[in-house]
Antibody, heavy 124, light 113 residues
Framework: QVQLVQSGPEVKKPGASVKVSCKAS????????ITWVRQAPGQGLEWMGW????????KYPQNLQGRVTVTTDTTTTTAYMELGSLRSDDTAVYYC?????????????????WGQGTLVTVSS | DIVMTQSPDSLAVSLGERATIDCKAS????????????LAWYQQKPGQPPQLLIY???TRESGVPDRFSGSGSGTDFTLTISNLQAEDVAVYYC?????????FGGGTKVEIK
């Protein structure tokens, strides 16, 4: 079965960077894009970007451009999300998720499998 | 950006009754070339990641009970939970995937009355 297993919780100081990993299994890793979504405590869901593991193409929202980088390692079927210049309002649970259908030339961006989430706390 | 507005913020429904959640997009998310609405619904239980319930506005994901149904087109969408069960207590989110940035509604909390 499809599984996405994320790395453990992190505590960082303002201005630092954090890198969260997402180990995929149970499917062909390069056939599906991986999307990152975060959720601040008690809040809703915010899209952070996606990556095509086959060709490395990425897409980020404008408000995070320059601060977020998503990468993959196809040899270990692992995706990574790195967020820099951390601020207190970056405190959130970070999720990786698989795009449901990337079988055609277009990848549909609803998300059918999610990692368990990684809590990142930014505090001085 | 497409703004997704959900209503109500919360609702309490008796076991076995129906829960209805609305989601309104600030512009149409119906793609004319394939006549599909790029709208998904998710369920999130406390301490868990979201789970996909519905995609294309009305297609149930595999394994999702048939008491969950989605409807609507263009800008106005509804998630209906018929015969509410105790395990349906959760927060429900809509999401548009018509264009970037991908955006989610603010969530609707469903509780038992």
């Amino acid at each position: 079965q499809v599984q996405l297993v994320q790395s453990g919780p992190e505590v960082k100081k303002p201005g630092a960077s954090v890198k969260v990993s997402c180990k995929a299994s149970g499917y062909t890793f390069t056939n599906y894009d991986i999307t990152w979504v975060r959720q601040a405590p008690g809040q809703g869901l915010e899209w952070m970007g996606w990556i095509n593991p086959y060709n490395g193409n990425t897409k980020y929202p404008q408000n995070l451009q320059g601060r977020v980088t998503v990468t993959t390692d196809t040899t270990t079927t692992t995706a990574y999300m790195e967020l820099g210049s951390l601020r207190s309002d970056d405190t959130a649970v970070y999720y990786c998720a698989r795009n449901r259908d990337c079988s055609s030339a277009i990848c549909y961006r609803d998300l059918d499998s999610w990692g368990q989430g990684t809590l990142v706390t930014v505090s001085s | 950006d497409i703004v997704m507005t959900q209503s109500p913020d919360s609702l309490a429904v008796s076991l076995g009754e129906r829960a209805t959640i609305d989601c309104k997009a600030s512009q149409s998310i119906l793609y004319s070339s394939n006549n599909r609405n790029y709208l998904a619904w998710y369920q999130q239980k406390p301490g868990q990641p979201p789970q996909l319930l519905i995609y294309w506005a009305s297609t149930r994901e595999s394994g999702v009970p048939d008491r969950f149904s989605g409807s609507g087109s263009g800008t106005d969408f509804t998630l209906t939970i018929s015969n509410l069960q105790a395990e349906d207590v959760a927060v429900y989110y809509c999401q548009q995937y018509y264009t970037t940035p991908l955006t989610f509604g603010g969530g609707t909390k469903v509780e038992i009355k």
